[in-house]
């Protein structure tokens, strides 16, 4: 069963991988043409992405324990402690951008960057566990990739200091744990008859969809790019 869930890991993840032009502002990151103003956008976005989801993947992990799913309760239980780990460090990235509370507070979130994580709770109300656990982590590689980009390109380009990118950094980083629990609850998920080509692929090209209207709302040029 793992090498069953790994080929279908390995698959549903090569499907769902993003177009090279799906993200209209990462690469102008990376050669440094990015506005200030849009990193500090996308920095103020997370400071309402970080807390939703992390309550969404409590709620799915609450979900799972009730249906006996502990393979995928211990993977979204994993996801929440992330969550929070990641707000730890998103502080030091909006202090670099200029913004104090005051100003954090103030800030209005964008629907186009908020549509992913409302998309996220929505799963958590009504998506099936392991369909889930499969959507999420196919749509977890590209945000590291995307996230390991924006780590080497800001202190490079922007001066942004390592403290600054932690955020950034602790997506970029390799997950063995969280990968191996994605494993067993995918496998545990085909043993009760998961379909990767019913539901969770909906779910996984819906994530990367709402992911890819992330990236347009702050590389929009009326927003400043």
Avoid at 162 to 180: H, I, K, S, V
Wanted: hydrophobic share 50%; with cysteine; proline share 5%.
């Amino acid at each position: 069963m793992t090498a069953a869930a790994q080929e279908l890991l390995d698959a549903v993840t090569a499907e769902l991988a993003p177009d090279a032009a799906a993200n209209p502002l990462v690469p102008r990151v990376a050669d440094g043409t990015a506005n200030r103003s849009a990193i500090t956008a996308l920095a103020l976005e997370q400071r309402s992405v970080i807390p939703a989801d992390r309550r969404s993947f409590l709620h799915l992990a609450a979900r799972s324990a009730d249906a006996g799913e502990t393979e995928c309760e211990t993977f979204f239980r994993t996801l929440a402690e992330g969550e929070t780990l990641a707000f730890d460090r998103l502080g030091a990235l909006v202090a670099a951008c200029g913004v104090d509370k005051a100003g954090a507070d103030a800030y209005e979130p964008r629907a186009g960057c908020q549509a992913y994580p409302a998309y996220v709770a929505w799963l958590a109300l009504n998506g099936a566990p392991a369909d889930v656990v499969l959507a999420l982590s196919a749509n977890f590689a590209a945000w590291g990739a995307y996230c390991a980009t924006l780590a080497d390109a800001l202190p490079a380009h922007y001066g942004f200091s390592q403290e600054a990118c932690g955020f950034f950094a602790f997506f970029a980083e390799p997950a063995p744990d969280l990968e191996r629990q994605a494993l067993a609850a995918v496998g545990a998920g085909l043993g009760r008859g998961l379909d990767a080509t019913g539901s969770a692929l909906r779910y996984g090209k819906l994530l990367q969809r709402y992911e890819a209207m992330f990236w347009e709302t702050l590389a929009d040029p009326a927003r400043g790019l």
